[in-house]
């Protein structure tokens, strides 16, 4: 295994088994290259995609390194949940910003609180790393997701653009 964990260390410990509102069995941690394979499937199931997974394995071992980036699963009986945050410094907040990337959870989890959870697990972590705010973005199609981060008290203030470079990943 590779030293993955090092820049959370202090940090894990804090965070470590605090937040454990869904259940006595199921628990947030950082994730480790141990949980790659279920992560993949939670972001094809995500995705409605079967992404390259030697593309997929690369990138996800990278950012593991990258103190820029926080992965972290909810665990009962193998992965049911997985949530990520990547941290930038934009030049028109004059912060530190984090940004979820992906939050998602298993089909056959979903509303029993785990994604509550995970969001509390991911906005909590963000403060702990000195984030001014927490933003995302999330497909248009996506409404019940809407509804979901307007429950945990996020704003819909702007709209994201994109425009494709080249070839599609999915």
């Known amino acids: ?33 141990k949980d790659a394979d279920a992560i993949y499937e939670l972001i094809c199931e995500l995705e409605e995609t079967a992404f390259d997974k030697d593309i997929f394995f690369m990138h996800y071992k990278r950012n593991l390194k990258d103190d820029k980036f926080i992965y972290m699963v909810d665990e009962n ?5 997985f949530g990520s945050i990547y941290f930038h410094y934009p030049l028109h907040h004059c912060a530190k910003i984090a940004e979820i990337e992906e939050l998602c959870v298993k089909q056959t989890h979903q509303h029993q609180g785990i994604g509550s959870k995970m969001f509390t697990a991911l ?15 999330c497909n248009k199609t996506r409404q019940i997701a809407h509804a979901f981060y307007k429950k945990q008290g996020m704003m819909q203030q702007h709209d994201k653009f994109t425009y494709p470079l080249g070839k599609e990943q999915k």
């Not at 009986?77 to 949940?81: F, P, Q, T």
């Not at 906005?123 to 927490?134: H, N, P, R």
Request: hydrophobic residues 45%; proline residues 2%.
């Open 1 to 33: 295994d590779l030293p993955i964990m090092d820049f959370l260390d202090g940090m894990f410990y804090t965070f470590h088994g605090i937040i454990n509102t869904v259940g006595s069995d199921t628990m947030i941690r950082y994730a480790t290259i």
């Open 77 to 81: 009986s193998g992965v049911i949940a």
């Open 123 to 137: 906005c909590t972590s963000a403060k702990e790393k000195g984030a001014l705010q927490v933003e995302l973005s």
